[in-house]
């Protein structure tokens, strides 16, 4: 079964896949390969490619959002299963000391 990360950073990729594939030079006014998008994206020009710029990074700030709570899911779950580590081991030893508790009664 695929992982998290795996499934989210295949999302991404595709994401990123589909939108480079469906644009063509950003701004360039509808039909032109600049997509629709409002009328000053369909009218092109100089507008029409600094809306296209805009909407680029803002979509670039989501993505690394999104990258940066991916990234601080997995280091709280790397946290999480350290405290579980931390945890069984405690368990462990003290399972150890009665066997030698035991032993030591024999």
């Known amino acids: 079964e695929p992982s998290l990360y795996h499934c989210t950073t295949k999302a991404l990729w595709n994401l990123k896949v589909i939108h480079f594939f469906s644009l063509g030079e950003l701004g360039k006014g509808a039909g032109k390969g600049g997509g629709g998008g409002g009328s000053v994206r369909e009218a092109g020009g100089a507008l029409g490619k600094k809306q296209a710029a805009e909407e680029e990074m803002y979509?670039?700030?989501?993505?690394?959002?999104?990258l940066a709570a991916l990234k601080q899911?997995?280091?709280?779950?790397?946290?999480?299963?350290k405290k579980e580590i931390?945890?069984?081991?405690?368990?462990?030893d003290r399972h150890k000391g009665k066997i030698r508790k035991l032993n030591h009664d024999d």
């Not at 979509?59 to 999104?66: L, S, T």
């Not at 899911?73 to 299963?81: F, R, S, T």
Request: glycine letters at 0%; aromatic letters at 4%.
């Open 73 to 81: 899911h997995h280091q709280e779950e790397i946290d999480h299963h």
């Open 59 to 66: 979509f670039r700030r989501k993505e690394q959002e999104q």
């Open 86 to 92: 931390s945890r069984l081991q405690s368990e462990i």
